[in-house]
T-cell receptor, first 118, second 114 residues
Framework: NAGVTQTPKFQVLKTGQSMTLQCAQD?????MSWYRQDPGMGLRLIHY???????DQGEVPNGYNVSRSTTEDFPLRLLSAAPSQTSVYFC?????????????????FGAGSRLTVL | GESVGLHLPTLSVQEGDNSIINCAYS??????FIWYKQESGKGPQFIID?????DKRQGQRVTVLLNKTVKHLSLQIAATQPGDSAVYFC?????????????FGSGTRLQVQP
C-alpha cells in the first residue's frame, strides 16, 4: 500500500500564481484533511472532508479551495498565491471513528509538500 | 531535512533515561487525544491515543497519561533511544467546536544525547 501520496514534494511560485497540491490515498478512508505547518506553530487545519462530495472549512481556509469528487483524491487549490502561504502542507486521511463526538481518528499523513511563494 | 519548528520548547535527555513530554489543552469537552512523532523531513507518525474515559494507556515503551481535571496530557517514553529524537505533537478532538478534526499543539522537540 502506498498510503497517502502527495505531489509535488517541492514547489516555488510567484505571487499571484495558482496551483494545485495533489493528495491521494489508497486505504478507502472516508476522512481526508489538509494541514499547513509553519515554524513554531504546529499543524493548522485548512480544510477537511468526511466523504466524497462533502467538504468543510478548518481553522485557516482563506486562500484555499478543495473538492472531493472521489474517495481517493482530495486536491488543495491555491487560487492566487501569497508569500504568507509559504509553508509545508500535509494531507492526511483516516477511517471515521464512531462513538466519539467528532469522529476524528488516527490520521495517516503524507510526506508533505514544501511550498515557497516569492 | 525540513525544519519543523525553529522556536519549539526542547527536552534534552540522555540515552537510556525516561522522557516525559507534556501538553496542556484548553477544550474541557475534548474526548479524544493523540500523540504524534515527526522526524525531520517527514510527515507526523502516530504513537499512541487515548479516549477521555481513560486516564492511562500503555504501548510499547510509551505511556500516555490524561488528567482531565487540569486538562493535561503527557507522553512518557521509557529507555529513550537516539531514534526517539524528533518533534512530538499532542492533538485533541471533540467537544462543541462543531469541527470534526484534530487540533494540534505546537510541539516539543526531544533531543536524545548518546
Amino acid at each position: 500500500n502506498a498510503g497517502v501520496t502527495q505531489t509535488p514534494k517541492f514547489q516555488v511560485l510567484k505571487t499571484g500564481q495558482s496551483m494545485t497540491l495533489q493528495c491521494a490515498q489508497d486505504m478507502n478512508h472516508e476522512y481526508m484533511s489538509w494541514y499547513r505547518q509553519d515554524p513554531g506553530m504546529g499543524l493548522r487545519l485548512i480544510h477537511y472532508s468526511v466523504g466524497a462530495g462533502i467538504t468543510d472549512q478548518g481553522e485557516v481556509p482563506n486562500g484555499y479551495n478543495v473538492s472531493r469528487s472521489t474517495t481517493e483524491d482530495f486536491p488543495l487549490r491555491l487560487l492566487s498565491a501569497a508569500p504568507s502561504q509559504t509553508s509545508v502542507y500535509f494531507c492526511a486521511s483516516s477511517y471515521w471513528m464512531p462513538g466519539l463526538s467528532s469522529g476524528a481518528n488516527v490520521l495517516t499523513f503524507g510526506a508533505g509538500s514544501r511550498l515557497t511563494v516569492l | 531535512g525540513e525544519s519543523v519548528g525553529l522556536h519549539l520548547p526542547t527536552l534534552s535527555v540522555q540515552e537510556g533515561d525516561n522522557s516525559i513530554i507534556n501538553c496542556a489543552y484548553s477544550n474541557s469537552a475534548s474526548d479524544y487525544f493523540i500523540w504524534y512523532k515527526q522526524e525531520s523531513g517527514k510527515g507526523p507518525q502516530f504513537i499512541i491515543d487515548i479516549r477521555s474515559n481513560m486516564d492511562k494507556r500503555q504501548g510499547q515503551r510509551v505511556t500516555v497519561l490524561l488528567n482531565k481535571t487540569v486538562k493535561h496530557l503527557s507522553l512518557q517514553i521509557a529507555a529513550t533511544q537516539p531514534g526517539d529524537s524528533a518533534v512530538y505533537f499532542c492533538a485533541e478532538s471533540g467537544g462543541d467546536t462543531g469541527r470534526r478534526a484534530l487540533t494540534f499543539g505546537s510541539g516539543t522537540r526531544l533531543q536524545v544525547q548518546p
